[in-house]
């Protein structure tokens, strides 16, 4: 069995990170590099970017960004957000990214992911899936959501995520937008019912509170990597003691 990842998310808007980093050994708590080190000393198996930025200027800075990472650390990146054809792809990939995530693009024109996994290899393409439980019943199955889980596109979320996979993209990206922010744990009949259709790999995201949920969402769900941001943001827990918990409980995991 392959080793399980832990991949921290960081949101990005003008170069800085925001949403409430309160980590205590960084002394700018907004600035990407130090709390990507911290991240990285902590023992972070990849780091996630998401550009939040708005206008013709959001590419520029995250460029900068991306620089600045790779001339110093050592660690897989992939970024998101605003993604829209497979120039961007080869801006961010050129920049130091290592993966590259879209969502809404795909679903505008699906394909896209043909066409960038064609001209940069699966490996750094990802489909981000953002699902929402119709009428919040898991029996009834999952909304494909766009526009980072702000519009409702009327598609099955589990159909489009095997789609995407039979499209060529090397990972799948999936988020509970129900669980998102909640700390309540991951929604795992929404990671079975993907890991059910396709063996690609899956990485979960949306409700992480404890160790224990990223344990049930790979032993339960079947995840290969979870994607985490607050109870790592606000000190609550550290990569460290989430690792120990899973090799405690039998998980592998890179360390």
């Known amino acids: 069995m392959l080793a399980r990842h832990i991949i921290p998310c960081l949101d990005i808007d003008k170069g800085r990170v925001v949403k409430g980093i309160k980590i205590e050994d960084v002394a700018d708590r907004s600035d990407p590099l130090q709390v990507c ?19 013709v200027e959001r590419h520029a800075i995250l ?10 650390l050592f660690i897989p990146v992939m970024v998101a957000g605003g993604i829209r054809s497979s120039q961007d792809v080869r801006q961010m990939l050129q920049a130091g990214a290592d993966k590259v995530a879209i969502n809404t693009a795909a679903i505008i024109n699906p394909d896209l992911i043909a066409e960038c996994t064609g001209r940069f290899g699966a490996e750094a393409i990802v489909v981000a899936v953002d699902a929402k439980r119709r009428g919040g019943n898991a029996k009834v199955g999952w909304e494909l959501m ?11 979320a589990v159909e489009w995520a095997v789609k995407m996979a039979e499209q060529g993209a090397g990972q799948l990206l999936l988020t509970s937008m129900d669980r998102d922010g909640s700390g309540k744990g991951f929604d795992i009949d929404l990671v079975q019912a993907v890991r059910q259709m396709t063996i690609h790999p899956l990485i979960a ?5 404890s160790p224990e949920d990223i344990e049930a969402v790979i032993n339960q769900g079947g995840a290969d990597a979870v994607m985490v941001a ?4 606000d ?10 918990h899973l090799m405690a409980h039998n998980v ?3 360390h």
């Open 37 to 55: 080190r911290h991240y990285v000393d902590q023992g972070a198996d990849e780091l996630m970017f998401i550009d939040i930025t708005s206008g």
């Open 63 to 72: 460029i900068e960004v991306l620089h600045s990472i790779a001339a110093e």
């Open 146 to 156: 766009s526009h980072a889980g702000r519009k409702s596109t009327g598609m099955d």
């Open 205 to 209: 995201a949306g409700g992480a509170g």
């Open 230 to 233: 607050s109870i790592f943001h």
């Open 235 to 244: 000190g609550k827990f550290t990569i460290a003691e989430a690792k120990n």
């Open 252 to 254: 592998p995991i890179r």
